[in-house]
């Protein structure tokens, strides 16, 4: 079954406005949560990741917040810009799984200029 | 420099043949990945070799052989293609240490089509 539950399917964000992508799991085991991002022709890259020692974690425009007892994880975009217009995956992995990461199915992002 | 990189870039094919996909990284990573990504972009993880072994294999068709000659090249061969198969083939790699906090860097894909 999907390991990793991320939500919604599309986003259409204004630009400037802010972007909200959610992802749930179940295994608390897991101890390892990055983002990719993927453009259009190109493979995913790490955008940003956390684990789950810290609630929050920001890069620039881009923060995750996590919430262990939820078992819940998102990624906020703030000011978000037409160059932000993406497939974004969340993720899920832990130590003792040879490295093997649990993806979500992907959100695509389109932001509107 | 290409960190990771897969040849061919686009295979057309017709049902039945037998193809193969190649993959390279300079990263100087000992573990390599293969994922398919399907028309809806699921990444779904194929398999993963750690220093030439095997140590993910998922439920894939016998039809895909992976084969790693050595840590930095890991290929897919694909026996009696089938239609089911056509999707984006991305070859990743990192490093693996004993914890999962390893970034992996995804090759540009090979975008499969089968006729």
Known sequence: ?113 | DTAVSQTPKYLVTQMGNDKSIKCEQNLGHDTMYWYKQDSKKFLKIMFSYNNKELIINETVPNRFSPKSPDKAHLNLHINSLELGDSAVYFCASSILDGSSYNEQFFGPGTRLTVL
């Open chain 1, 1 to 113: 079954q999907q390991q990793v539950k991320q939500s919604p399917q599309s986003l259409i964000v204004q630009k400037g406005g802010i972007s909200i992508i959610n992802c749930a799991y179940e295994n608390t085991a897991f101890d390892y949560f990055p983002w990719y991002q993927q453009f259009p022709g190109k493979g995913p890259a790490l955008l940003i990741a956390i684990r789950p020692d810290v609630s929050e974690k920001k890069e620039g425009r881009f923060t995750i917040s996590f919430n262990k007892s939820a078992k819940q994880f998102s990624l906020h975009i703030m000011d978000s810009q037409p160059g932000d217009s993406a497939t974004y995956f969340c993720a899920a992995g832990r130590g003792s799984t040879l490295g093997r990461l649990y993806f979500g199915r992907g959100t695509q992002l389109t932001v509107w200029p």
